[in-house]
């Protein structure tokens, strides 16, 4: 059996094995990317972000036995950016989720900064196309929103879910920012707690504020620690996941919002590589601390030595 039949049968070692190569930029698992596209585009991508801490993991962990019970196939992208030893965190969104590790249905693939410089949208981008291959209907994708980064990964999601939780205070103010610009769906997380009225009514404000589409953003309590039991809220925010999509990507409008999300993506795939060959170039000449050293001295300026530098590539 080939690789891509493998994969295509939903062999998990074969999908484990092309993601590792991919993380490598292993030209054969490029071409086995590729050729596994025609084979993509059915899986609905739900991106799952908000606060270290705020029970990401925990959400993902109940959304996958809810899935589950739907008889869907469920792939999960935990990616950890924060920490450089990200071991750690890595290992608790594992643990998290680990009733459902020895489902094979379930596949959970974790992804550290380490090896994705710059390149962390683009991974999650290559691994989400592998488990839509695999036959994962329903892919999830958690990260912690806290840069750039994160928001560009969310790129890859048909619905962002964003997750607060009650007695943020200021830290509201941050997620409004960056985050609830993203959101498709909000959850306060932590019901169980106090304060979460509260929560629930500074998110309807700040919603208030925006405009158009973005506006339509629907607010969930969950108690992720419940699972799918009642009240858990779990059932409640795949139905609000499930009337995003419904409102956004399908009928008129979907086509002009798939083109945006592939334009999106392609921009990104393009900076990836050109980052790609910039840090090749680079550790060819041995780094930049010679050059550098011709600036500090005032030998060169910057701007001329970033023009050269680029015209090489
Ligand atoms: N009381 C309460 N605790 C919760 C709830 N959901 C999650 N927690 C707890 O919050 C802590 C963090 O949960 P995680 O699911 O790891 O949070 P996370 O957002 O994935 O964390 P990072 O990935 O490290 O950013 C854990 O101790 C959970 O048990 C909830 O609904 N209520
Ligand atoms: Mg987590």
Redesign the pocket.
């Known amino acids: 059996m080939s690789n891509i039949d493998a994969i295509l049968k939903s062999d998990i070692r074969a999908g484990a094995r092309l993601m590792r190569d991919l993380d490598d930029r292993r030209p054969d698992a490029m071409q086995t990317l590729k050729q596994l596209f025609p084979h993509t585009g059915k899986a609905y991508i739900v991106g799952i972000t ?12 109940s959304l996958i036995a809810h899935y589950r019970g739907k008889g869907e196939r469920v792939g999960v992208v935990c990616v ?1 950016p924060t920490s450089p030893f990200s071991g750690g ?1 890595i290992l ?2 594992r643990i ?1 989720m680990q009733r459902h590790a020895l489902d094979p249905d379930v596949f959970i693939r974790s992804l550290a900064t380490r090896g994705h410089l710059g390149g962390l949208s683009r991974s999650t981008f290559d691994v989400a196309h592998v488990l839509d291959a695999m036959g994962y209907t329903r892919i999830l994708i ?1 990260t ?1 929103g806290v840069g750039q980064d994160e928001v560009e990964v969310m790129k890859a999601a048909h619905t962002t879910v964003v ?1 607060t939780v009650p007695g943020l205070g200021d830290d509201i103010q941050a997620i409004k920012a960056g985050l609830l610009e993203v959101a498709d769906v909000l959850v306060v ?5 106090e304060g979460a009225d509260r929560t629930e009514r500074d998110l309807m404000h700040m919603l208030d504020l925006r405009t158009g589409d973005r506006k339509d953003v629907e607010i969930v309590r ?5 699972g799918t039991a009642e009240g858990s809220g779990i059932k409640e925010l795949a139905d609000a996941i499930e009337k995003h999509r419904e409102r956004v990507w399908t009928g008129e409008g979907a086509n002009a919002r798939a083109v945006a999300r592939i334009t999106a993506q392609l921009a990104e795939l393009v900076r990836a590589q050109l980052a790609d060959r910039a840090a090749k170039a680079m550790a060819q000449r041995g780094g930049l601390a010679e050059i550098a050293q011709s600036v500090v001295d005032r030998r060169q300026d910057p701007w001329s030595i970033a023009e050269e530098l680029v015209e090489t590539l």
């Open positions: 908000g606060n270290p801490g705020a029970g990401k993991s925990t959400v993902v962990d950890d965190a608790g969104d998290r958690e912690v997750v997380n932590k019901a169980d707690r969950t108690i992720a620690t419940r």
